[in-house]
């Protein structure tokens, strides 16, 4: 099967099917390219390959390309096919900022619907922000927000001093969420001194974290959190994402057939911005339908 995305409704994550195997004959002129290039380039341009703006259309075709059949001889059916395809790379890229209305999925593969925020177009629908199913988008997030935003596996940064079997000291009021890079090796924790400890969190009972630390003797950490503890953000992670945070992205636009809400926007590059904690707790987290068209 050729590889390629299919919009679905109510924020599904778009399908990517591997490339098949080149064939040695016949060649598929409806095929993506037969020489797929790699999702990111060197120079960090990011490719997308073709979009399907039918699936139930290239599913078709396909059976009938596999039993031998429509090689490319009854343009009745090779012309809509060829048609049904857009190659994404092709499209311009442009930058829209706006404040998030869902979220789903993650980092590969994920979506963010968002209204924009100068919606001088009138859209009743919001946009859609595709992310790379291979994880290339380039992606931030930053701000601040309340401790109960942690969640279990994500990585955190602080400095606190641990007793000798790794339980803290005093309770921790402010701590970083963070996205390490690849290959990063924590430094071990040493008792009785004020560090810096970087970990990834395994347990949270109530205001107590457990954290695994890939380091040294003291492997896991028990700390206490202040009831009005701070998060601040600088992770590259979707589910930190909420209703009413603003968005930035670059990516290309597709508002044709196969698009999601008042458009499909293959992005990029994409920086998101916390709401401040108070204005946060104010607001009630909601989310509406997105469908295709």
Known sequence: MTRGFVGLPLLAIAVWASAAPGQAAPYNPYADAQDSPPPLAADGTIHWGTFYKSAKLQQSYERLWNLGACRGSNKAITVPVAENQLVIDRLPEAE????VRAVVGQA??????FDESDATGGHAEPFVAQFHPAGVTRFQIGGRAPASILTIGMVVRLRAE??????????????????????FVPDAVRPERMETIVGTVVSIQKNLVGLRVDAGKLRRITLQLDADAIATIDA?????????????????LWTGEGAMGAGTIFVSD?????????????????SRTVGAR
């Open 108 to 113: 590969a593969g994920g979506m963010v619907a």
């Open 270 to 286: 994409v920086v998101v911005s916390k709401r401040p904690p108070a204005d946060a707790a104010a607001t009630q987290p909601g």
């Open 96 to 99: 829209f900022k706006g404040v």
């Open 162 to 183: 641990v007793d000798g079997k790794g339980h803290g000291v005093e309770p921790v009021s402010s701590f970083e969420i963070v996205t390490p890079p690849a290959g």
């Open 236 to 252: 590259a992670r979707l589910d930190l994402v909420s209703t009413g945070d603003e968005i930035k992205v670059k990516g290309r």
